[in-house]
């Protein structure tokens, strides 16, 4: 009975997985740190645009007018720079 006391193969098991656990966790947060920084890289159209501002499409083209919000023409279609988007004016309620 002395033996079994001495040697838990299961605490030893329970505390590799909290190391993992850790380690999992950290590459998680590391991971999604990455993607959130590439994904403001990244161009949206103009259906995507009003709906993150919460604006019509006629205030879109105005914003553009007034130089608020800048498209880029990519493929031959106009797409906005998802970094800039969250940084224009949004609509209040």
């Known amino acids: 009975m002395d033996k079994l006391n001495e040697f838990n193969p299961f605490s030893e098991?329970?505390?590799?997985?909290?190391?993992?656990?850790?380690?999992i966790d950290n590459l998680t947060r590391i991971?999604?740190?990455?993607?959130?920084?590439k994904d403001l890289d990244r161009y949206i159209d103009y259906k995507e645009v009003i709906k993150i501002l919460g604006?019509?499409?006629?205030?879109?083209?105005?914003y553009e007018k007034a130089k608020i919000i800048v498209p880029y023409i990519l493929g031959g279609e106009k797409k906005y720079k998802l970094s800039e988007i969250?940084?224009?004016?949004?609509?209040?309620?």
């Open 55 to 62: 604006i019509t499409r006629q205030t879109l083209y105005n």
């Open 13 to 23: 098991i329970g505390e590799r997985l909290s190391y993992l656990t850790g380690q």
């Open 31 to 37: 991971h999604m740190q990455s993607i959130q920084s």
């Open 86 to 93: 969250q940084n224009a004016p949004q609509r209040k309620d």
